[in-house]
């Protein structure tokens, strides 16, 4: 599946994931972007969410959304503003559940975003949960 917002990795990208975790892109993120495996693990989740960021895969930013808490129009909205943020760094704070046999998780984080020259900060803890066996993002407010 093509999504024409989306850019293509760099080679630096691949050889370490955007989302910091020291694997490839290749060991990481990138077969769920592909959707060859789903995340197993909340933190998964959310790193490939991040990652998708980075690169502008709005398709998958919408797949992974709790359809409890898709609007209707969420995937234009993130066309729109997807440009507009470069994303730098991705630093997990703290899990709690989130694990293969559990139905929710939370999962702590800072990431760091350029727009423009302008560098910012973006705590959150997002909440998850699992959709028909395959873990998605809720909300941010856990
Ligand atoms: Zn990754």
New binding site residues.
């Given amino acids: 599946m093509t999504d024409p917002y989306q850019r293509e990795p760099r080679e630096k990208e691949i050889s370490l994931?955007?989302?910091?975790?020291k694997?490839s892109?290749m060991d990481?993120?990138?077969p769920y972007h592909y959707g060859i495996k789903k995340p197993e693990t909340a933190e998964q989740l959310m790193?490939?969410r991040?990652?998708a960021y980075f690169f502008r895969r709005v398709d998958y930013l919408v797949d992974t959304w709790h359809p409890d808490k898709r609007t209707a129009g969420l995937k234009n909205e993130l066309k729109e503003n997807v440009h507009e943020a470069n994303w730098k760094f991705l630093n997990i704070l703290a899990t709690s559940k989130g694990q293969k046999g559990d139905k929710t998780g939370k999962v702590e984080f800072s990431a760091d975003y350029y727009v423009g020259s302008e560098k910012y900060t973006l705590e959150e803890c997002s909440r998850f949960r699992k959709h028909k066996g395959s873990w998605k993002y809720l909300d941010d407010k856990g």
Avoid: D
């Fill in positions: 994931c955007p989302c910091k975790s694997s892109y990481c993120c990138m790193r490939s991040y990652c």
